[in-house]
Structures are given as structure tokens and as C-alpha cells.
């Protein structure tokens, strides 16, 4: 029988077999991974870096280290990613939120204004630009719609999990579950934009992802345009549509957003200096 590794012995060789693999992450990757399979946090890695893992616990870092040896994102692995410090459960049929999209978040919340009001988030996966904003603020009541059956299940799930009362979730393509008339203060998404041909949706985390999450038509511009074509019906006058796109795609979505009558358009960048999200005001035509 093997002996059993102790915490340091087994999260070292987690990390070299991941750098072995090419994973740049590897440190970070090995720690992540041995605290979901031993169920304890980082700081105990360091206080008990001694202590012997039992037969259950070096066989699920086994089964995990394996997983993400192929290439698998570390969020499926363990199930959660935390977005604006809500802890999220992912799922493979969601893409896994990131750090950039908390730009977005973060523009959103200064363009609502201080009056309560109503939010949509289209496209919204495990439901993490909804939920940031309705954990923000309680005095406005969110909506989130995706496509996928599961995203819609799984962002309520994150809802009542986190205790969030002021989002709920619609299954639908974009607009299609909204009810006629209805009109919102503000709406966001992080929709696909990723051309199909792009070479980066063979390397990462991409390759694990939904393409329904990350490919759109019209060099990843189709849906970007969809909704901001459409998002005018929807908007309150003086109401304001974020998207996230592309690092290239600044000056097509601002294109497209003025061409439809959208006021004090402009681009923001992400926490790399890179163009991130565009933004336009409407005010009807
Ligand atoms: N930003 C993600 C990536 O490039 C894609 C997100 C999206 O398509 N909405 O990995």
C-alpha cells in the first residue's frame, strides 16, 4: 500500500505534475484543488503542512489533480467561483464569471442612479451580474434571462443560496420572456462575442466552456448588436445599456450603439487597461 502523502508532500507534487502540463497557474491550482478535496482552507495548508491526508482525501486530490491535469477549469472541479465576493456555484452549461466582468458591475452600479428601480441582465449564466448588483442594491428589483435551462437553475439556486430576494431568473432567448411593455432602468450583459475562428477558444478554460456562452456570429458582433437593437424597446428613457465585449471591439460596439440612437457612448477598460465594456444612454429617438 502507498503511504499516504502529508498536506505539503501532496499539494508539491499536485504542482509539479500541473507545471509538467504546461498549467501557468500551477501553484495556485494545487492549493485550490487540495483544500475543496480535504474541505479546509488555505491557511490550514500552512498551519498543518504535516499533517497526513487520509485514504479519502488523497484519492479525491488524486481524482481532481487528473481532471485538471487535461485541461478542465478549476471552477468546474470545485464547483464554485466567487464574483464580487458572492461565492457562485458554476456549472459546465455556465461560463465561469471573471474578474473583468466586475468592471462592468462596477459601471453599472454608477449609472443607476439613486432612485429605486428595475435591472435586466441578459445571457446571465450563474447569474453573477444580477446578483452583484441586487447584493448592492436592495432597492432594485433584477432580472436575469439565459437560454440554458440549467443557467436558469442554477442562478436561482445562487440566488437563495446567497439570500438575494431582489433578483429572479426567466429561461428564454434574450428579450423573448419579457413581457410586453415592460421597460427597465438599466440592462447588462456579458453576451458571447468570441469570432468562431478565434484561435484562443482552443487553449484555457474556453475549450471546457458552453460555445453557446462564448461564440457569436458576425465576428462575435450578432449579439452584441441584437441587444442593443432590441434593448430600446425596453429602456426607460434616460436609461442606460452596458455590454462587455471584446478587446477589439470598442469601436464596432460604439459604432453600433450610436448608429441606434444611443447618447454619451463611450468604451471602458478592465483592470488590464484593455477596451471592456461599452456603454450608451438612451433617450428614444
Ligand atoms: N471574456 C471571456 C474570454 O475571452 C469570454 C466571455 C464572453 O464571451 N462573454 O475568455
Same mark, same amino acid.
Given at each position: 500500500?502507498?503511504?499516504?502523502?502529508?498536506?505539503?508532500?501532496?499539494? %508539491?507534487?499536485?504542482?509539479?505534475?500541473?507545471?509538467?502540463?504546461?498549467?501557468?497557474?500551477?501553484?495556485?491550482?494545487?492549493?485550490? %484543488?487540495?483544500?475543496?478535496?480535504? /474541505?479546509?482552507?488555505?491557511?490550514? %495548508?500552512?498551519?498543518?503542512?504535516?499533517?497526513?491526508?487520509?485514504?479519502?482525501?488523497?484519492?479525491?486530490?488524486?481524482?481532481?489533480?487528473?481532471?485538471? /491535469?487535461?485541461?478542465?477549469? @478549476?471552477?468546474?472541479?470545485?464547483?464554485?467561483? =466567487?464574483?464580487?465576493?458572492?461565492?457562485?456555484?458554476?456549472?459546465?452549461? +455556465?461560463?465561469?464569471?471573471? &474578474?473583468?466582468?466586475?468592471? *462592468?458591475?462596477?459601471?453599472?452600479? /454608477? $449609472?443607476?442612479?439613486? #432612485?429605486?428601480?428595475?435591472?435586466?441582465?441578459?445571457?446571465?449564466?450563474?447569474?453573477?451580474?444580477?446578483?452583484?448588483?441586487?447584493?448592492?442594491?436592495?432597492?432594485?428589483?433584477? !432580472?436575469?434571462?439565459?437560454?440554458?435551462?440549467?443557467?436558469?437553475?442554477?442562478? +436561482? /439556486?445562487?440566488?437563495?443560496?446567497?439570500?438575494?430576494?431582489?433578483?429572479?431568473? !426567466?429561461?428564454?432567448?434574450?428579450?423573448?420572456?419579457?413581457?410586453?411593455?415592460? $421597460?427597465?432602468?438599466?440592462? @447588462?450583459?456579458?453576451? &458571447?462575442?468570441?469570432?468562431?475562428?478565434?484561435?484562443? %477558444?482552443?487553449?484555457?478554460?474556453?475549450?471546457?466552456? &458552453?460555445?453557446?456562452?462564448?461564440?457569436? $456570429?458576425?465576428?462575435?458582433?450578432?449579439?452584441?448588436?441584437?441587444?442593443? =437593437?432590441?434593448?430600446?424597446?425596453? *429602456?426607460?428613457?434616460?436609461?442606460?445599456?452596458?455590454?462587455?465585449?471584446?478587446?477589439? #471591439?470598442?469601436?464596432?460596439?460604439?459604432?453600433? *450603439?450610436?448608429?441606434?440612437?444611443?447618447?454619451?457612448?463611450?468604451?471602458?477598460?478592465?483592470?488590464?487597461?484593455?477596451?471592456?465594456?461599452? *456603454?450608451?444612454?438612451? $433617450?428614444?429617438?
Amino acid at each position: 500500500m502507498n503511504s499516504l502523502p502529508n498536506i505539503e508532500q501532496a499539494q %508539491l507534487r499536485a504542482f509539479e505534475r500541473f507545471k509538467a502540463a504546461g498549467i501557468s497557474s500551477a501553484g495556485i491550482d494545487a492549493q485550490v %484543488l487540495l483544500c475543496h478535496a480535504i /474541505e479546509q482552507s488555505r491557511t490550514y %495548508l500552512f498551519t498543518w503542512s504535516d499533517k497526513l491526508l487520509t485514504e479519502a482525501q488523497s484519492e479525491a486530490y488524486e481524482l481532481a489533480i487528473s481532471r485538471r /491535469e487535461k485541461g478542465e477549469p @478549476v471552477a468546474y472541479i470545485v464547483g464554485t467561483r =466567487e464574483f464580487w465576493s458572492l461565492p457562485l456555484k458554476v456549472s459546465p452549461h +455556465t461560463l465561469i464569471p471573471r &474578474p473583468d466582468t466586475e468592471r *462592468l458591475v462596477e459601471l453599472a452600479l /454608477e $449609472k443607476m442612479g439613486d #432612485q429605486p428601480g428595475t435591472g435586466l441582465d441578459l445571457g446571465t449564466g450563474t447569474g453573477a451580474i444580477a446578483l452583484a448588483l441586487a447584493s448592492e442594491r436592495k432597492d432594485f428589483q433584477m !432580472l436575469g434571462v439565459d437560454l440554458q435551462p440549467q443557467a436558469q437553475a442554477l442562478a +436561482t /439556486e445562487n440566488a437563495q443560496a446567497l439570500n438575494i430576494t431582489n433578483a429572479s431568473f !426567466l429561461q428564454g432567448s434574450w428579450f423573448d420572456p419579457i413581457a410586453d411593455g415592460d $421597460k427597465f432602468d438599466i440592462i @447588462v450583459s456579458n453576451p &458571447p462575442y468570441i469570432d468562431e475562428q478565434d484561435p484562443h %477558444l482552443a487553449q484555457g478554460d474556453v475549450r471546457f466552456e &458552453p460555445d453557446s456562452a462564448l461564440i457569436a $456570429k458576425e465576428n462575435g458582433l450578432a449579439d452584441l448588436r441584437y441587444i442593443a =437593437e432590441h434593448g430600446r424597446t425596453y *429602456l426607460n428613457e434616460g436609461a442606460w445599456l452596458l455590454m462587455e465585449h471584446g478587446y477589439d #471591439q470598442g469601436q464596432a460596439t460604439r459604432d453600433i *450603439l450610436l448608429g441606434l440612437g444611443f447618447q454619451q457612448v463611450t468604451t471602458e477598460q478592465d483592470y488590464a487597461g484593455i477596451d471592456r465594456v461599452t *456603454l450608451g444612454q438612451y $433617450k428614444g429617438l
